[in-house]
Nanobody
Framework: QVQLVESGGGLVQAGGSLRLSCAVS????????MGWYRQAPGKQRELVAG???????NYADSVKGRFTISRDNAKNTVYLQMNSLKPEDTAVYYC???????????????WGKGTLVTVSS
């Protein structure tokens, strides 16, 4: 059974930090690209960050310089370090596993169920 389980969400004040984790089981991890997406109330899901199996990364312009995606293949876990959080970062954050080793925004094989991040002003 494939599972992508996010954790680390919560309530934080603007300017604060959170680290999201996504533990992956039941499927390949180290050879696959991973990504983080988010969906704010009333908006479409959008890409936050992606990481290839070789650890190449890409970010949405809105989070560049504030968020960092990383992976630990020994733990089958991908992380999203979020610093200098803003109220507009409030959303449900989803972990995703790609089909291949390179990250492609719409090439997602599996999704997690999401974790809520709320940033208060």
């Amino acid at each position: 059974q494939v599972q992508l389980v996010e954790s680390g969400g919560g309530l934080v004040q603007a300017g604060g930090s959170l680290r999201l984790s996504c533990a992956v089981s039941g499927t390949a991890f180290s050879t696959k690209a991973m990504g983080w997406y988010r969906q704010a109330p009333g908006k479409q899901r959008e890409l936050v960050a992606g990481i290839s199996s070789g650890r190449s990364t890409n970010y949405a312009d809105s989070v560049k310089g504030r968020f960092t995606i990383s992976r630990d293949n020994a733990k089958n876990t991908v992380y999203l370090q979020m610093n200098s959080l803003k109220p507009e970062d409030t959303a449900v954050y989803y972990c995703a596993r790609g089909y291949g080793s390179s990250f492609v925004e719409h090439d997602i094989r599996y999704w997690g169920k999401g974790t809520l991040v709320t940033v208060s002003s």
